[in-house]
C-alpha cells in the first residue's frame, strides 16, 4: 500500500513511482472510527421502519437516462446538469447502444421496479425503503459530494389502497419525527408546503410567468433562464439580489383547487392530532418535477451551514403514468446520510463540550497478550474461544515487550489478559480491568463472565 507521503519514492526494482492516486473529487472513504455511527443510523432506521410496515427495496445503481430525464425532468438541476451520463456500446449484434446514468436520487428507480414489478396488482399499498449511494456531479463542499447516501422510503399502491390518502402523508411525516428523535436530532424543524395538483401547478406557473415578466431583466442569469423554463424553480433560488423580488412573488396557497386544499388541511390536522410540530413555507417548492400536493423539507441549524435540508420528499401521484406505469399515487423522502452523520457528530461534540466528557468511544472487550512467542499459538486458540462466547478480542504479539502490549491494550480494550506460560500450564489467567486497574487471578471457566462484566 502507498501513503500519500510516497510521492516520488522508489518503487521495488528502481522504477520512480508515479505519485498517490487520491479518492475521485467529492467522494470519500468512510474509515472503522467513522463507520460505528453510519451503521448505528441506519440499524436505527431499519428498525423504526419495520415497526411502521415498511420492507427494503434495492434497484440498481445505474439506470436507464431516460427514466431520470422523464421522472425527475429535464428542466431540474439535477437532469441539466449534475448526472453522471455515458453512452453504453453495444457488446455483441444482440444489444443496443444505450444512455446509462448513475442514479442521482431513488424515487424513480422504485417507480420503475414497482411498474416492471406490477406491484400496484395486488391491490395492497406498498410501503418501500432504501439505503444506498446516490450520484450527482454537485461543486463538493461540507454535506455536499458527489457520492453521497440516501436513507428513503416510498409509499405507493393504486388509488383503492389508499395511496392517495392525507394519512398516508402525516404518517410519513410522524415516522421521520420520530426516527429523528430516536437518532437524538435536537432542534429540527419540520417546512411543509402543497404544490397542488398538476392543475393547480399549470395555473400557479401562468400566474408566476407573468409576475416575473415585467421584472425578469433584474434577475440572475439563472433565474431569467428558469423564469422562461421553469418559473417555480425560481421560488427556491438561494440567490441574494433575487430575494426581494422572490419574495413579492403570488403564493402557490393562493392558486391551490378545492381538493387540493382539502388534502392539505387532513395533512396538518392529523399532524397537530400527533403533535408533530411544522412550519409552512410557502415557497418550498423542491428540486424535482414530479412532485405534486405535499412537499416537505426536514432542516437543522447545527453542523451543516448552508446545506441545512436534512431530507427531503413529498408526494408525486402522476409519476407512474409519467414513466409509463398505471395510476399510483405515492408519498416519500430522502434523508442524506452523510448529512444526518455531520448533524449527530456536531451535536456529539457539542454534548461533551458542555458535560466536560470526551465523546464516548467503543472498546473491545479485551486483548489477550501472549508472554514470549511460544505462546502465540496458545492466545490464537483463546481468543477463538473468547470471540465464540460472543466477546470482541484483539490478540496481541509473544514479539511484544510487556509495557508495548500493556500500551496497546489501554488503548483499544477494556481488559489484557496474560498469557505466559504459568497462565497455560495452571489455566488461571492474568487479567487487568482498566477501569478500575485491579489486576487479579482468574479461572479459564469464569473469563468470559468477568470480561463481560461492566
Ligand atoms: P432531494 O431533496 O434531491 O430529494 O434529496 C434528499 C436529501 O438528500 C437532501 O435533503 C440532502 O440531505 C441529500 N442530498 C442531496 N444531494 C446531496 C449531495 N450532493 N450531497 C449530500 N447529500 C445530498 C430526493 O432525492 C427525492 N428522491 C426524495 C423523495 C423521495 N421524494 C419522494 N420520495
Known amino acids: ?57 434495492r434497484t440498481p445503481v445505474f439506470e436507464a437516462t431516460e427514466l431520470f430525464a422523464r421522472g425527475v425532468g429535464e428542466e431540474t438541476d439535477i437532469v441539466s446538469k449534475e448526472m453522471f451520463t455515458w453512452e453504453d456500446r453495444a457488446r455483441a449484434a444482440s444489444e443496443k447502444a444505450q444512455s446509462l446514468t448513475l442514479r442521482p436520487e431513488s424515487t424513480a428507480g422504485v417507480v420503475r421496479a414497482y411498474i416492471e414489478h406490477k406491484m400496484g396488482e395486488t391491490g395492497a399499498l406498498q410501503k418501500l425503503y432504501y439505503i444506498g449511494p446516490q450520484f450527482r456531479r454537485e461543486r463538493p463542499q461540507r454535506g455536499r459530494y ?91 433560488s438561494k440567490e441574494e439580489q433575487d430575494q426581494e423580488i422572490i419574495n413579492g412573488l403570488p403564493k402557490i396557497a393562493d392558486y391551490l383547487g378545492e381538493e387540493s386544499r382539502e388534502h392539505f388541511a387532513q395533512v396538518r390536522a392529523a399532524l397537530d392530532a400527533c403533535g408533530v410540530q411544522y412550519h409552512v413555507n410557502p415557497r418550498l417548492v423542491r428540486g424535482l418535477d414530479y412532485y405534486t400536493r405535499t412537499t416537505f423539507e426536514f432542516t437543522v441549524q447545527t453542523g451543516l451551514g448552508t446545506q441545512n435540508a436534512l431530507l427531503g420528499g413529498g408526494r408525486y401521484d402522476g409519476l407512474s403514468e409519467m414513466l409509463g406505469g398505471p395510476k399510483a399515487p405515492g408519498i416519500g423522502f430522502a434523508i442524506g446520510e ?89 489455566g488461571v489467567m492474568t487479567v487487568k480491568m482498566f477501569a478500575t486497574g485491579e489486576q487479579v487471578k482468574v479461572p479459564r471457566a469464569e473469563l468470559g463472565d468477568r470480561l463481560r462484566a461492566r
Open 338 to 426: 452523510d448529512r444526518l452523520i455531520l448533524v449527530l457528530q456536531e451535536q456529539a461534540k457539542q454534548d461533551a463540550e458542555a458535560s466536560g466528557t470526551a465523546p464516548g468511544e467503543e472498546k473491545l472487550d479485551v486483548y489477550v497478550a501472549p508472554l514470549g512467542f511460544e505462546r502465540n499459538a496458545a492466545a490464537l486458540a483463546l481468543a477463538r474461544e473468547l470471540r465464540r462466547e460472543g466477546l470482541s478480542v484483539e490478540v496481541g504479539d509473544g514479539a511484544f515487550k510487556l509495557r508495548k502490549s500493556f500500551d496497546i491494550a489501554d488503548k483499544i480494550a477494556r481488559a489484557i489478559v496474560l498469557l505466559g506460560e504459568d497462565e497455560v500450564a495452571t
Open 1 to 57: 500500500m502507498t501513503s500519500s507521503n510516497d510521492k516520488g519514492a522508489q518503487q521495488p526494482g528502481g522504477r520512480p513511482s508515479r505519485g498517490a492516486i487520491k479518492a475521485v473529487r467529492g467522494t470519500r472513504d468512510l474509515l472503522p472510527d467513522q463507520t460505528p455511527l453510519w451503521n448505528r443510523v441506519e440499524a436505527t432506521a431499519r428498525a423504526v421502519f419495520a415497526r411502521y410496515g415498511f420492507g427494503e427495496i
Open 146 to 236: 458527489r457520492q453521497f447516501w440516501q436513507i428513503g422510503a416510498e409509499v405507493i399502491g393504486p388509488p383503492s389502497s389508499g395511496a392517495e390518502s392525507p394519512v398516508r402523508d402525516a404518517e410519513v411525516l410522524e415516522m421521520l419525527a420520530s426516527l429523528l428523535d430516536e437518532l437524538g436530532v435536537h432542534g429540527w424543524r419540520l417546512e411543509l408546503n402543497s404544490v397542488g395538483s398538476a392543475e393547480d401547478r399549470a395555473l400557479y406557473n401562468q400566474a408566476l410567468r407573468e409576475a416575473l415578466a415585467p421584472v425578469k431583466d433584474r434577475l440572475c442569469p439563472d433565474n431569467q433562464r428558469r423564469a422562461d423554463t421553469n418559473p417555480l424553480r425560481v421560488l427556491d
